[in-house]
């Protein structure tokens, strides 16, 4: 079965308004020594999309009109679900969890088979097919974040594992001092997925597009330990180049403790991300 193939029976996407399977999975795993010239021509096109990463490329993967109208239904879903639970709750809310209070509120109402259907789709599909090449470290759809094992961060409405990530940002906090600011702690697979589908949707449901910018579900390390850093002050610009500006970036880059899982030009298919501290030991 070819790429164009397997993606229309297990990501049930088609090939609109342009966009075409993805070909980002094979370049890191391309030998150069075999196809040189393909190899440099891979090489030069994947750099190109991750530094342009907000911009629809011609090889982008598209959801077909079906499932975007499911996309869009979930997004709408996930959000009423967050305003019924709060903000500081949808960040450690389970997928069971999601679907008990979905059948329990009519304001949010029961998620439709058909929409179970995307969202399992969406989470067990291999992300490599539309380009993301990071690991996968949540396999499940139903893992459960343990509150007991969490803590809310002061001032902030996000929450951090106890133990090694809850250590790092407080040396980082004792280094940096008041400048220092946490932007983004742990997410279940719920929350990462209304920040992926929502960037999706807001691109015409282009998966490859929004991989660039977000882990898909499951495949972000805020689920088990990672977490953003930024300036106090500078509010959503934290999420841009702007932040390599700042202080706290200096700081942060001088004292040379602190490690930056997705680098420039990695590899991963996703874009420069300064403000994420690597703090889970897996690659």
Not at 228 to 253: E, H, I, P, S, W
Request: glycine letters at 8%; charged letters at 25%.
């Amino acid at each position: 079965m070819n790429r164009r193939d397997f993606l229309r029976a297990t990501l049930g996407v088609a090939i609109v308004g342009g966009c075409a399977p993805e070909v980002l999975a094979q370049v890191a795993r391309i030998p150069p020594a075999s196809k040189p010239g393909n190899y440099d021509h891979f090489i030069r096109d994947y750099l190109y999309k991750i530094r342009n990463f907000d911009a629809h490329h011609q090889e982008d993967v598209c959801l077909d009109q079906a499932q975007f109208r499911l996309l869009k239904s979930c997004v709408a879903r996930f959000e009423r679900l967050q305003r019924t639970v709060g903000h500081g709750n949808f960040y450690l809310l389970s997928f069971d969890e999601a679907i008990k209070i979905s059948s329990n509120y009519p304001r949010v109402g029961r998620f439709t088979k058909e929409e179970l259907v995307f969202l399992e789709m969406i989470f067990y599909s291999d992300a490599a097919h539309y380009g993301f090449l990071g690991e996968k470290p949540l396999q499940n759809l139903t893992a459960r974040i343990q509150r007991r094992k969490v803590v809310k961060v002061p001032y902030t409405g996000n929450y951090l594992y106890k133990g090694l990530p809850l250590e790092t940002y407080k040396k980082v906090r004792r280094d940096l001092g008041r400048e220092v600011i946490l932007t983004s702690g742990i997410r279940s697979v719920i929350k990462q997925f209304l920040l992926f589908l929502n960037k999706a949707y807001k691109h015409d449901g282009n998966l490859s597009l929004a991989s660039r910018s977000l882990a898909p579900p499951g495949y972000s390390y805020h689920g088990i330990g990672d977490f953003d850093v930024g300036q106090v002050g500078l509010g959503a610009d934290n999420f841009t180049q702007r932040f390599t500006t700042t202080r706290v970036y200096r700081k942060l880059t001088d004292l040379g403790y602190i490690k930056i899982r997705y680098v420039k030009d990695n590899m991963l298919g996703v874009r420069f991300e300064p403000w994420h501290v690597k703090v889970s030991p897996k690659a």
